[in-house]
């Protein structure tokens, strides 16, 4: 891994003979080996999922939130580096109050994304600066539907149907492009969304999980808010129950 | 009150005037009349107090000349950019008037402006909002302003209904502004009116010798397409 960039990747203001950025490409693997997050818009709303590994036993559950209100109708979570992604909310907080201010109105989800966008790929343009190893991955839900936008470190900005990162991305990546997400309610893709993070885990059962939940929709008045606590446990206990189910029915087949 | 004639000795250019915007079913008519007065001097007798600050809004100005040309000049720079931004969607008639209030509110010390922002956008339709000196802001049905308004604001209050139509809007407007400068020295002219609606927006004028009058001046004459009212 290291020497891959042969001597191209000591600055963040040096390309390579190929074109290549390397040290905005290591921002990048800073979130691709970060914790396992999804964005999913739904019929009714957009959920944002994150799933943390306890690092100790002695911290307490809720700790380091990944997962933030950046304004009433938009919500973010950020994977990667947890204090780089700090900056990136504190920042996407400063724009959305901005925009109100200045246009009286709440500002629209791919203004924000694009500015955040713009906001990280500064970084990338100073040597005095490093990029930051963090992405934005937004929610929000307002009269043109809900959105998921997933601003990454590198300046790239995209809005999707349904996105993961991170972690067991691929598989979880896999899992969404099967669903008709758009036929779903939130309350039934969040079963299917804990369903995909469960099942990405290398070792289940020894190291414990906490699976952080939010969303905006119908059901929450469109505001952008943390999933109930008990709607939150019925999902991941209904994702376990099927993963057993299905467990169950492979190991049927192959006997 | 109104810019004095204190400010007349260094020039100052004044829009002692009528000015006001109506929503009806479907948009907005803005109208206005057309005298520049720079003390008793009428500076200009055809001016145009209607300005478009972006596609589909306009904004009516009254006071100082100069402050309310700066002021839609610096609102159509800051909705220019913003309509970049926003792309396919169109600006908001509430976020142009956001920023003419910011404006006005920011320099309130040194500005002499009442304005009235009204045009029509996809989400919210036809809307109106009144920007009088210091920099308020407040979303109305209907607004008048400048000086002759004083004399059409109970008026205006009586007769103003809602989902009136196009046509009905715009004779209540005219008819009004017909009113403010009757009684009104530093308003006449012309009345110009701008109809803003979801197919467009149409500027229109009634010239000076079409301008309703009422009681003692309105002078029998032949030849006169005035109409007459008791």
Known sequence: ?????????????????????????????????GV???????????????????????????????????????GMAVPGKLPDGRQIVSRAQQECEN???????????????????????????????????????????????PHIYLSETNGVSYRYY?????????????????????NMTCREALKTVCKCLIKQRDDQGSKKFEIEMAWICDESDRQFVRVPEDVAKEAEDAAKREIEQEDEDSSDMES | AMATSAMVGQGEVLTGTTIMACTFDGGVVLGADSRTS???????????????????????????????????????LYLNQHAIELGEKGVSVKSAATIVKEIAYTNK?????????????????????????????????????GSGSIYINAF????????????????????????????????????????VDAAGQNKEMVPGDQVARYQDEHLPTLGSNAPIFT
């Open chain 2, 38 to 76: 720079s003390g008793n001097y009428v500076a200009n007798k055809v001016a145009d107090k209607i300005t478009k600050v972006c596609d589909k809004v306009y904004l009516c100005r009254s006071g100082s000349a100069a402050h309310t040309q700066a002021v839609a000049g610096y609102a159509n």
């Open chain 1, 162 to 182: 349904g996105i993961a990162v991170g972690k067991g991305r691929q598989g979880i990546k896999t899992e969404l492009e099967r669903l008709k997400l758009g």
């Open chain 1, 36 to 74: 396992p997050s999804v964005g999913v818009a739904c019929k009714d709303g957009a959920i944002l999922a994150v799933e943390k590994p306890e690092e100790t036993k002695m911290m307490l559950p809720g700790s380091n939130r990944r997962i933030f209100t950046v304004a009433k109708h938009v």
């Open chain 2, 156 to 195: 205006v209050d009586k007769n103003w209904r809602a989902g009136m139509t196009r046509d009905e809007c715009k004779a209540f407007v005219r008819k009004a502004v017909s009113l403010a400068i009757s009684r009104d020295g530093s308003s006449g002219g012309v009345i110009r009116t701008v109809t």
């Open chain 1, 1 to 33: 891994m290291s020497g891959a960039g042969s001597g191209y990747d000591l600055s963040v203001t040096t390309f390579s003979p190929e074109g290549r950025v390397f040290q905005v490409e290591y921002a990048g693997k800073a979130v691709d080996n």
């Open chain 2, 109 to 145: 010390e040194w500005m002499n402006a009442g304005m009235i922002v009204a045009g029509w956008d996809k989400a919210q339709g036809g809307q109106v909002f009144a920007v009088p000196m210091g920099g308020t802001l407040m979303e109305v049905p209907f607004a008048v302003g």
């Open chain 1, 99 to 145: 925009y109100k201010r200045f246009y009286g109105n709440t500002i629209p989800t791919k203004v924000l994304s694009d500015r955040l966008a713009n906001y990280c790929h500064a970084f990338s343009l100073y040597w005095h600066l490093r990029p930051l190893g963090s992405a934005a991955l937004t929610a929000s839900y307002d009269d043109n539907g």
